[in-house]
């Protein structure tokens, strides 16, 4: 059975304000979808910095052909994937997670 994907309001304000390129949406929707079916596919996330640590055990999962990487955790109770942050692939990790608090 599929699992339903959320993104948080802070991901789509995100995409709005720095996804100009419909080829850039268009591969973001389409690793959504994947997570429909695959909500493992991304790595297990747990840096040992503190500074990139996230909010909750999540895992990462680089969009290819894109400069971002969404972050999410996987509800099975729920069958849902909350995507909760999306960054670009090269910021500086001591700020990944800033616009959570």
């Given at each position: 059975?599929?699992?339903?994907?959320?993104f948080?309001?802070s991901?789509?304000?995100?995409?709005?304000?720095?996804?100009?390129?419909?080829?850039?949406?268009e591969?973001?929707?389409?690793?959504r979808?994947?997570?429909?079916?695959?909500?493992?596919l991304?790595?297990?996330?747990?840096?040992?910095?503190a500074?990139a640590?996230?909010?909750?055990?999540c895992?990462?999962?680089?969009i290819?052909?894109?400069?971002?990487?969404?972050y999410?955790?996987v509800?099975?109770?729920a069958q849902?994937?909350?995507?909760?942050?999306?960054?670009?692939?090269?910021?500086?990790?001591?700020?990944?997670?800033?616009?959570?608090?």
């Open positions: 059975m599929a699992y339903r994907v959320y948080a309001n991901v789509l304000d995100f995409i709005d304000e720095h996804v100009t390129s419909e080829r850039v949406f591969r973001i929707e389409a690793y979808e994947l997570l429909e079916s695959y909500p493992y991304g790595a297990a996330y747990d840096p040992e910095y500074a640590q996230p909010p909750i055990p895992r990462r999962l680089p290819p052909d894109t400069p971002f990487t969404m999410y955790a509800d099975d109770e849902a994937v909350n995507v909760f942050y999306l960054d670009f692939s090269a910021a500086n990790p001591r700020y990944r997670f800033r616009y959570l608090d």
